[in-house]
């Protein structure tokens, strides 16, 4: 029974002046239509019909308002008309004794009521925007969690060893500040998570408030920024007031280059746009509060080359870590992490999956994990096999097979050529990774593909790697010379790949005898998000044009070693081409069989390397 009176006071309807307001507003505009529902409606006259009325001593009395006329004729029915600017009314009414009454406007309705409606519609977005809702602009929008809410610790996260170590720092002072500070040492404000995208790093910032089991503030960098002035500020200033309100705590901002980047002028003119206040008031509160406050600053971002100075400056941002790649061995306690809940077939082997999958985020590796379940569940197996982690990949890196992509015998044939050159000079060259399938099945854009897995992870590449790379991304377009006189359109992407690579030694590696070892490339180059490929503003136009006769001649020279490593080994290439005709996809160990090397063949060699082939 106290039940149901608690539900009813809960359920009681809050009665505001605003609800007061809104009903005077609905009375005065719906009083004519209530007077006209409870009683007969007035008949509408035009002007002449009314005054015709008038001279027929029909009309017993008017009441004259400043827009309209108002009456009731002599048999008691109601009537009305628009008030006309006519001098000659009143004498005519006057004449046939019509009794005549005028009417005010009313101030209700023309100035009181509508002052009271911009009043109290201010009034009400005035306390919005203080106590929240749909117009609280300056409110922060940061996600609340309690440390244990998030989730996540350290042990969730693979593949981040060093960062992992870096920011256990950070939850030991977060626990036990007075620890590190006993012998006189800050600890930083600030933490800057920098890396590739899909490598943890929000991950890492919620493991880090997990751990350390204090509440986590989390938003966007764009989410401060808005279409009013001075709202991103605002929430700057609401953000690190709330934070500090339940201190020690963690204030995580991903994206952080989105209000974060450098600020200057543009055409000599200075610029205050919402962002730099935005990063202004960023800056402010970063040095207004002290480490015996006990909040801690994480931002993330992919683009630290266009971060501001000031933000990266001792004081805000101390520390950076980076979040690169993982290598084998955090590949592979990425694999057991995301395959704990994962049925596994017993021919799965996660360290082979590791090494297979060189140069993969951990994203990437969740997102193979989650494909290759995917398909296994659509063939109806019971578990995960090795080959459904194979075709994971594969859909991962090449795209989904489009089968309904049909191809004329021509266009096959040519297809098939230019995908066993590219896997021939992969073969013949020492230099490049091994050649694992080479199918003629369209995926994604491509009409075809070779698959190459490398057998380690590699951080550097010398100039000879870099070669035969070339030659590999060129032989499609020297097989398609040789076996039909002519190149086609596919080697377009080929292309454009080797023209970059090829452009990047001489403006970025200094591989150019000719340029010699000097950077021309320009530091706008992201490093996170692959480079640009544009020259320095700084490079004269004779040096350009050197970069562009040097490039092309490094493209030529690898051409040049790909049709003639192809032309002695016409055989293999011919056999390769027929064998993917008809069978369209064909694996590394059958294309071994296929290319012989007798230990006697003399390499052919470049003006600029040495390739041993058979």
């Avoid at 036990?176 to 890396?195: A, I, T, W, Y």
């Avoid at 790093?201 to 751990?211: F, N, R, S, V, Y």
Wanted: aromatic share 6%; proline share 4%.
């Amino acid at each position: 029974m106290n039940d149901t009176k608690g539900t009813t006071k809960e359920r009681k309807i809050k009665f505001s002046y605003w609800h007061v307001l809104l009903l005077i507003l609905a009375l005065s505009v719906l009083r004519p239509l209530i007077g006209s529902f409870f009683g007969a409606a007035p008949a509408d006259l035009s002007y002449s019909e009314f005054t015709t009325a008038v001279q027929g001593n029909r009309v017993r009395d008017v009441v004259i308002s400043a827009d309209r006329i108002e009456g009731t004729f002599r048999d008691d029915l109601a009537f009305r008309t628009v008030r006309v600017d006519d001098p000659s009314l009143l004498p005519l009414l006057k004449e046939y004794s019509v009794n005549v009454r005028g009417r005010l406007a009313n101030p209700l309705l023309g100035w009181i009521l509508p002052v009271l409606v911009m009043v109290g519609f201010s009034f009400m977005i005035m306390r919005r925007t203080r106590g929240g809702g749909i117009f609280s602009f300056s409110k922060s929008k940061a996600r609340v969690s309690e440390g244990e809410q998030s989730g996540v610790t350290f042990q969730d996260i693979g593949g981040a060893g060093e960062a992992v170590t870096d920011l256990q720092e950070i939850t030991e002072f977060l626990k036990n500040p007075e620890h590190f500070q006993r012998l006189g040492g800050k600890m930083p404000k600030g933490v800057l998570l920098v890396g590739p995208p899909g490598t943890g790093k929000t991950l890492l910032a919620k493991a880090t408030a997990g751990e350390a089991g204090v509440p986590f503030f989390s938003l966007s960098g764009a989410e401060f920024v808005e279409m009013f002035v001075g709202v991103g500020a605002s929430r700057v200033r609401d953000l690190f007031q709330q934070a500090k309100k339940k201190a020690p705590a963690i204030i995580f901002i991903d994206e952080i280059d989105a209000i974060g980047g450098r600020r200057g002028s543009a055409a000599g003119f200075s610029t205050n746009d919402e962002r730099e206040q935005t990063l202004n008031q960023l800056l402010a509160e970063m040095d207004g509060f002290q480490p015996t406050t006990g909040l801690m600053m994480i931002a993330a971002t992919n683009r630290p080359e266009v971060l501001d100075a000031a933000l990266l400056r001792p004081g805000r941002f101390d520390r950076r870590v980076v979040v690169g790649l993982p290598d084998l061995t955090g590949r592979q306690e990425i694999l057991q992490i995301h395959t704990k809940a994962i049925t596994l077939a017993p021919d799965v082997v996660l360290e082979n999956l590791a090494k297979i999958t060189p140069g993969f985020s951990g994203a990437d590796v969740a997102n193979v994990i989650n494909e290759a379940a995917l398909l296994a569940s659509r063939d109806g197996k019971d578990a995960v096999a090795a080959s459904d982690f194979d075709a994971a990949i594969e859909r991962v890196v090449a795209g989904s097979e489009r089968r309904t992509r049909a191809m004329n015998p021509r266009e096959k044939h040519v297809v098939a050529a230019h995908e066993a050159g590219h896997a021939l000079a992969a073969v013949l060259l020492p230099n490049v990774d091994p050649v694992h399938k080479v199918s003629i099945i369209p995926r994604g854009n491509a009409l075809g593909y070779t698959w190459q897995r490398p057998v380690e992870d590699r951080y550097l590449m010398g100039q000879e790697e870099l070669q035969d790379r070339l030659v590999v991304l060129l032989g499609g377009r020297a097989a398609e010379k040789l076996v039909f006189a002519e190149v086609s359109t596919g080697a377009a992407d080929d292309l454009a790949r080797a023209t970059d690579l090829a452009r990047r030694m001489v403006t970025e590696y200094g591989m150019s005898e000719e340029i010699g070892p000097i950077r021309l490339a320009a530091d706008t180059q992201t490093q996170y998000l692959g480079a640009t490929g544009h020259l320095d503003a700084s490079v004269s136009v004779t040096t350009a044009a050197r970069v562009d006769d040097e490039t092309a001649r490094i493209v030529h020279d690898a051409l040049d070693r790909a049709l003639e490593m192809l032309g002695h080994n016409r055989i293999s290439l011919d056999a390769l081409t027929q064998l993917l005709c008809d069978q369209e996809t064909v694996s590394g160990a059958e294309i071994a069989k296929i290319v012989k090397r007798p230990a006697e063949s003399a390499p052919v060699r470049s003006k600029n390397k040495a390739a041993a082939i058979g």
